[in-house]
């Protein structure tokens, strides 16, 4: 056991955990051309089991497998890092260095894949709240 005072084991072991596990870059700088840095980017991970409890509230669904739940969860992870990308390109057009909601809303608005985002009825049926 280590006293009060001696950290070090811990703060070596916990940093060691999160930077194997989230994969961190180290910070860059933008490029003079204004063009994405070069560093390794954040790999986004999301839960499988929000997937499965978002699945699980189509009353419809009985059973759900898990192989089907890793492909959603893929699938709903490359789907935000795409409208992030997006954002972030349309972010740079604007001569701005953070991304807006009026950069996602252009997003939204131009692309077609994600034109079922634009209609609020389909997030309404559904109770987020359980879900946090």
């Known amino acids: 056991m280590t006293s009060e005072g001696d950290t070090s084991d811990y ?29 390794p980017t954040l790999s986004l991970r999301i839960p499988s089991v929000k997937i499965r409890n978002l699945i699980k509230l189509d009353p419809d669904v009985q059973v759900v497998s898990q192989e089907s739940v890793h492909l959603l969860t893929k699938a709903t992870e490359l789907f935000i890092a795409s409208l992030a990308q997006e954002s972030y390109e349309v972010t740079l057009k604007s001569s701005k260095k953070i991304i807006s909601r009026s950069d996602v809303d252009t997003v939204l608005e131009q692309s077609d894949p994600c034109a079922f985002l634009l209609n609020g009825d389909l997030l309404q049926q559904f109770d987020f709240k359980d879900l946090l």
């Open 11 to 39: 703060a070596s072991s916990s940093s060691s955990f999160f930077t194997s596990t989230l994969d961190m870059p180290t910070p860059t700088r933008m490029s003079p051309n204004n063009s994405c840095p070069t560093s």
